[in-house]
Nanobody, 123 residues
Framework: QLQASGGGLVQAGGSLRLSCAAS????????LGWFRQAPGKEREFVGA????????YYADSVKGRFTISKDNAKNTMYLQMNSLKAEDTAVYYC??????????????????WGQGTQVTVSS
């Protein structure tokens, strides 16, 4: 149902925009989230957006550098990543929150995980 794309190789300080295209359902009253997982590490919350209100919430590690937005008509969520650092290197995933009207920050609180997209930041 979800497909993440837009990853690639970028130099430190650069920018990338990831997309998460959804099909087969609507997300009214749900949150969509971005997570990332680096080799040997647990899946980490990056940020999320309420599909109904557009409210966003970010992990401290990306606050001020990353921005989540959505296009209702395209049923697509975006992750604009600026000022990228080497430590942002990971596979990035999008997912749908399990509970309505809630923005959760833990991976078990999400399902319908999309296929990830690799982001590599060279220092």
């Amino acid at each position: 149902q979800l497909q993440a794309s837009g990853g690639g190789l970028v130099q430190a300080g650069g920018s990338l925009r990831l997309s998460c295209a959804a099909s087969g359902r609507t997300f009214i009253n749900y949150a969509l989230g971005w997570f990332r997982q680096a080799p040997g590490k647990e899946r980490e919350f990056v940020g999320a957006i309420s599909w109904s209100s557009g409210s966003t919430y970010y992990a401290d590690s990306v606050k001020g550098r990353f921005t989540i937005s959505k296009d209702n008509a395209k049923n697509t969520m975006y992750l604009q990543m600026n000022s990228l650092k080497a430590e942002d290197t990971a596979v990035y995933y999008c997912a749908v929150g399990r509970r309505t009207l809630t923005i959760a920050t833990t991976a078990p609180s999400y399902d319908s995980w999309g296929q990830g997209t690799q982001v590599t930041v060279s220092s």
